[in-house]
């Protein structure tokens, strides 16, 4: 169906909307602390936030159109503007005065497992305008938590879009696409979908052929010794089983300085891997306290963005790297040179266009198989000693300057809860805002009970593997 106010979203978008249930909801959620002063700002008004939100509406298309369900699902929806955006239905700005961490993670996690009502734009924009006295926050502090539904962004994606509405500066720039044409009614849909299915069979048997001829090629290279494939099983953990609605999460902070300076002390080490290393770390200490360590290695699965190596129509660009975290090397810092090598060794197969086109399934599938493709990963059972591929998440997803503001209030901190899927009950998003870096790990209560607690072995890895590194370079 051609009309210039309707785009269809690409597979792998449409899946998130189908995969979504009352216990699974697939929303992306950022925070970001602004310093109001030290208890000489002005409380922010609810009437200024709406304002400043009317006056940013037009830096994203995001915030100006709605999903628009194909009858029975037999094609994926589309994206449609919508004329009348009601803000009262996105902002909610909460002015009264918050004093302890627990009732901001409360608020926050209530935040995070509400699920989106998908026949309004799919964003809110939640304000807390007193947050006194919480550690890691500024003393007078305005939280700002934004929240989109992954089928509209991926991680990075809402990062970019947050960068346009932290600005004192307005950019005049249009993101969105003003149209007059009519809303098509669903049997005019339904009509467009059945007279496309041969069309997408056929898109779907001509994708199989690229696939299958991409995986030879893959397969080629494995024999070759130049793409390494990740190990396909790994033990299972309390976090690998099916996931309920309550959620929880802890925050750690870094300075990204520090952390920086000891991956360059490390040797050929990044980041990303540094921070790897304090996660396999806290991990492994945390089972191993509940006597829970396998004696087989754990692994995470870590999203690799694509957009640099080949353009797609989704707005979810990445593949999946699925890095061993070594937990049987005892050693910090051999277990951080370990985690380095498998890192590169999954980002060397990442890269390739084969791999990717192996990887690219659901770009060739029909909207009503994506939709029954989710809805038989539910049925899957839950048990057994083994877990596809990896034990955890972690992503990580820079804000970049600390040049952020919010009515006047400069950015201070940046934090983030990821959304949970079955068999991945334990996920990790790393952020960094100026100097600051943040691991944010979110789990449910019944596999993480002492979430706090967890925070603590994560600092304390922090050290461990600092010291390991520094002792290391002073013996050299």
């Known amino acids: 169906m051609q009309q210039n106010n309707l785009t269809q979203l690409a597979p792998r978008d449409a899946a998130f909307v189908y995969m979504e249930r009352s216990t699974m909801p697939t929303n992306i959620v950022s925070i970001y602390a602004f310093d109001n002063g030290q208890g000489s700002g002005q409380p922010v008004r609810k009437d200024d936030v709406f304002s400043w939100m009317q006056a940013r509406l037009h830096t994203s298309a995001l915030f100006q159109r709605r999903l628009l369900r194909v009858p029975a699902d037999i094609a994926p929806p589309y994206w449609v503007r919508d004329e009348?955006?009601?803000?009262?239905?996105?902002?909610?700005?909460?002015?009264?005065?918050?004093?302890?961490?627990?009732?901001?993670?409360?608020?926050?996690?209530?935040?995070?497992?509400?699920?989106?009502?998908?026949?309004?734009?799919?964003?809110?924009?939640?304000?807390?305008?007193?947050?006194?006295?919480?550690?890691?926050?500024?003393?007078?502090?305005?939280?700002?938590?934004?929240?989109?539904?992954?089928?509209?962004?991926?991680?990075?994606?809402?990062?970019?879009?947050?960068?346009?509405?932290?600005?004192?500066?307005?950019?005049?720039?249009?993101?969105?696409?003003?149209?007059?044409?009519?809303?098509?009614?669903?049997?005019?849909?339904?009509?467009?979908?059945?007279?496309?299915?041969?069309?997408?069979?056929?898109?779907?048997?001509?994708?199989?052929?690229?696939?299958?001829?991409?995986?030879?090629?893959?397969?080629?290279?494995?024999?070759?010794?130049?793409?390494?494939?990740?190990?396909?099983?790994?033990?299972?953990?309390?976090?690998?089983?099916?996931?309920?609605?309550?959620?929880?999460?802890?925050?750690?902070?870094?300075?990204?300085?520090?952390?920086?300076?000891?991956?360059?002390q490390a040797g050929d080490s990044t980041v990303n891997d540094l921070i790897m290393t304090v996660v396999s770390l806290g991990l492994s200490n945390y089972l191993t306290s509940l006597r829970e360590l396998p004696a087989e290695s754990l692994a995470a699965l870590v999203p690799m963005s694509t957009r640099k190596y080949r353009p797609s129509e989704s707005v979810n660009q990445f593949l999946p790297m699925f890095v061993d975290l070594h937990t049987k090397i005892e050693d910090p810092k051999l277990r951080l040179s370990a985690i380095s090598k498998s890192s590169k060794l999954e980002k060397t197969r990442n890269s390739k266009d084969t791999v990717i086109r192996s990887n690219s399934g659901i770009k060739y599938v029909p909207g009503f198989a994506v939709r029954g493709i989710s809805a038989i990963s539910r049925l899957m059972p839950d048990g057994g000693p083994s877990t596809p591929y990896a034990n955890t998440m972690i992503t990580n997803v820079p804000r970049g300057r600390a040049d952020l503001q919010f009515l006047g209030a400069k950015a201070t901190s940046a934090f983030g809860v990821l959304a949970l899927e079955d068999n991945d009950g334990l996920c990790h998003l790393i952020a960094s805002l100026g100097d600051e870096l943040t691991i944010t790990f979110v789990s449910t209560p019944e596999a993480m009970p002492d979430v706090d607690h967890y925070g603590e072995l994560l600092k304390d890895a922090y050290l461990e593997l600092s010291d390991a590194i520094r002792t290391s370079g002073e013996s050299t």
């Open 84 to 264: 009348n955006v009601d803000l009262q239905a996105h902002i909610f700005v909460t002015e009264s005065t918050i004093t302890t961490w627990d009732e901001v993670r409360r608020r926050i996690l209530d935040i995070t497992e509400d699920r989106f009502d998908l026949t309004r734009p799919p964003w809110q924009l939640h304000v807390f305008t007193q947050v006194h006295q919480v550690d890691g926050l500024p003393p007078n502090a305005t939280v700002v938590v934004l929240k989109f539904h992954h089928s509209a962004c991926d991680g990075i994606a809402s990062v970019e879009i947050a960068r346009k509405l932290f600005t004192g500066q307005v950019d005049d720039t249009s993101d969105s696409h003003a149209t007059s044409d009519a809303i098509p009614g669903s049997a005019a849909l339904l009509k467009d979908a059945l007279t496309g299915v041969p069309t997408q069979i056929r898109t779907m048997f001509s994708g199989a052929k690229d696939i299958l001829a991409a995986s030879r090629d893959v397969k080629q290279e494995v024999d070759a010794g130049t793409v390494v494939l990740p190990t396909r099983l790994r033990p299972r953990t309390r976090f690998d089983h099916k996931i309920s609605g309550a959620r929880t999460f802890g925050v750690v902070r870094l300075p990204l300085s520090d952390v920086r300076a000891l991956a360059s």
